[in-house]
């Protein structure tokens, strides 16, 4: 993705604006700026995908905005980016007109430009299985992060999860289950996040075929559903996943969901091996599980309670 910013703010030269705008210059990046107006948005030429909008000054002008931003990020064949700077009140106003899902990233003032530039990067790597081997072969993976797989047929989606969990992760993107499949005959990550209800080949059907195979058997599944009723909800748990997110998934809910999984599974494998390391005479009675907690052979509660409880999290507001 080409290094070109729309910098969407009611003056250019306000004192944080231009260095902003500096800031993001110094790192390399083509910065076009436009006031929060449609019509003057509409005729800036070759319109950037990322689009940063600083919320500051009048609030009607960007609500006015915002619909025309919502057709520009949801423009079919089209990936586009947005972020959003300002404090948490017109960061929540913006969000009760563009939904939340369509937000990449959004920043309080006053900004921590590292962070921001962060992401912006990992935009502009393209770092995603782009459903090509040259595109498998060409990824810089951090070999210290975990890798995670990320499966869904709603590309706007797709990519703010990607967005969302590029810094703390590797993360390699699918759009449909046969993808899934061919990925995976290719290489094993640490965790799918894969959505239940696909056209094709279904969440269902890919998580059952992966279940099937040696190869893949172990690897945990999150699914994402946009369906909460008692059905659907009974349908997933019945399979087993590791757990299940409702979308639309609010990007702290995923962090957070994804972040406290690892954790549980560390913990998890860190008393494995502890246990395993110890020599049990075969006359000795078992230890109870209410010793080895007194004992602090368990650590921390993982995030979330008991680890073997199945729960869903909930992505709204």
């Not at 990449?104 to 081997?133: M, W």
């Not at 290489?187 to 893949?216: C, H, N, W």
Request: negative net charge.
């Amino acid at each position: 993705m080409e290094r070109r910013i729309l910098f969407i703010g009611e003056t250019s030269e306000s004192f944080l604006v231009v260095a902003m705008e500096k800031t993001l210059s110094d790192a390399g990046f083509e910065v076009v700026f436009s006031h929060p107006s449609a019509h003057e948005i509409a005729t800036v030429d070759n319109l950037p995908d990322i689009m940063i909008v600083y919320i500051e000054g009048d609030e009607n002008k960007f609500n006015m905005m915002y619909p025309f931003l919502q057709k520009l990020l949801t423009e079919e064949g089209k990936n586009r980016y947005l972020y959003l700077i300002g404090n948490q009140v017109e960061i929540q106003a913006a969000y009760k007109i563009i939904p939340h899902m369509l937000v990449s990233g959004a920043f309080k003032r006053p900004v921590n430009s590292a962070d921001l530039i962060s992401q912006l990067n990992i935009i502009c790597s393209d770092h995603a299985y782009d459903e090509t081997e040259s595109g498998l072969n060409n990824i810089d993976e951090k070999p210290n992060k975990k890798s995670i797989l990320l499966v869904d047929d709603d590309s706007v989606l797709l990519r703010s999860m990607q967005t969302w969990l590029s810094i703390s992760y590797n993360v390699f993107i699918a759009s449909s289950g046969t993808n899934t499949i061919s990925f995976l005959r290719q290489r094993k990550v640490d965790l799918i996040l894969l959505d239940y209800a696909m056209p094709g080949l279904s969440g269902l059907e890919v998580f059952q075929i992966l279940k099937s195979d040696p190869e893949t058997a172990d690897i945990p599944v999150i699914f994402l559903t946009a369906k909460d009723d008692k059905d659907t909800v009974m349908k997933v748990l019945s399979v087993k996943p590791a757990n299940y997110l409702l979308k639309p998934i609010p990007p702290t809910i995923l962090r957070q969901t994804v972040g406290e999984f690892f954790k549980a599974q560390d913990d998890r494998q860190k008393l494995e091996k502890k246990v395993a390391s110890w020599k049990i005479d075969d006359d000795a009675p078992l230890a109870s599980p209410e010793s080895l907690a007194d004992a602090g052979v368990f650590g921390d509660t993982p995030a979330g309670g008991d680890s073997g409880k199945m729960g869903g999290t909930y992505g709204g507001f």
